[in-house]
């Protein structure tokens, strides 16, 4: 799950559920995300150590109790941070998308950047397309096709 992400990145696992007409449907998937999305989140929450933000200590970051400060901050924010529902729905859309607009691995890798040679490559576009399936049956292929290209990405 972590392949090829920063050693800083943060990993969950998240469940999606809907319910209609008395019948459950569920998404088990993951979700990563880089440091920058939470010393984003952690900026926006202001997320404090030792009375400072990442905002009082951005013009002495680089000085070491600047660092230890932020690293601490960094530490406290990925512990609390959690993607929400359109994060996660906007994160699917976005691969689902890209998996419906390719003809095929060679093309999904060629718009993607990805080696078409690379096992790795069509083990995550095996991934993309399985989840892209589970996706439509979450929300029925009218609502998905209306996320994937009517609903503005975050």
């Not at 890209?98 to 003809?103: E, G, L, T, V």
């Amino acid at each position: 799950m972590s392949d090829g992400m920063a050693s800083d990145s943060v990993h969950f696992k998240a469940c999606i559920t809907s319910e209609e007409n008395g019948t459950d449907r569920w998404l088990n998937t993951y979700y990563s995300c880089g440091s920058g999305i939470v010393e984003s989140w952690a900026r926006d929450n202001k997320i404090t150590e030792r009375g400072a933000t990442l905002i009082s200590i951005a013009k002495y970051r680089n000085s070491v109790d600047g660092d230890a400060t932020y690293r601490a901050i960094m530490k406290r924010a990925k512990a609390d941070f959690r993607p929400d529902l359109a994060d996660l729905l906007d994160c699917l859309a976005s691969d689902a998308a890209c998996i419906d607009n390719a003809r095929d691995f060679t093309d999904w890798a060629n718009d993607l950047g990805y080696d078409d040679d690379s096992i790795k490559a069509r083990k995550t576009y095996d991934i993309c397309v399985e989840q892209s399936r589970e996706l439509e049956h979450l929300l029925g292929r009218d609502q998905l096709q209306i996320l994937m290209y009517e609903v503005e990405r975050l």
